[in-house]
């Protein structure tokens, strides 16, 4: 069983021409990362099979995995958060448009506290996607 590679189509021979057998990859392979989610069709247990039959550890396998849920998990948390800071500024705009003369002080240190939060999550995402690809 072979997995595929990111960008590899059926038949696609990238990668392996010029070496011969048991000689090392120059690079190593780029496997898909649906290949590690489940929800995706993927499956992880395959991947440590295909470590396992290369005597290759297995370890970073659960890394990757782990790493792609926090990820994942701190981008869908990013994702919300600019969603409530752009009905935020929205609200903002129109209560200016509408000669408020500006927000109300809760309301201005509310989107304040929004952006703020909004730039540590996006923050701590690039962290997560540095870490994910270090793994």
Known sequence: ERLPRAGAGPGDAAG???????????????LDINLFRPEKGGDPEAV?????????????????VEQDA???????????????LNAASKQVAALRKLGDGGSSGS???????????CRTLKADVESARASASAA
């Not at 392996?16 to 120059?26: H, I, M, N, T, V």
């Not at 926090?70 to 409530?84: H, P, T």
């Not at 309301?107 to 939060?117: F, I, K, Q």
């Open 16 to 30: 392996s021409a010029g070496l011969g057998e048991g000689q090392p990859r120059a690079h190593p392979t780029m």
């Open 48 to 64: 440590r099979r295909s470590q396992r039959r290369r005597f290759e550890d297995v370890a970073p396998v659960d890394v990757v």
């Open 70 to 84: 926090v990820w994942r998990r701190e981008q869908y948390e990013a994702d919300q958060l600019s969603k409530q």
């Open 107 to 117: 309301d201005a240190s509310e989107l304040d506290a929004l952006m703020a939060r």
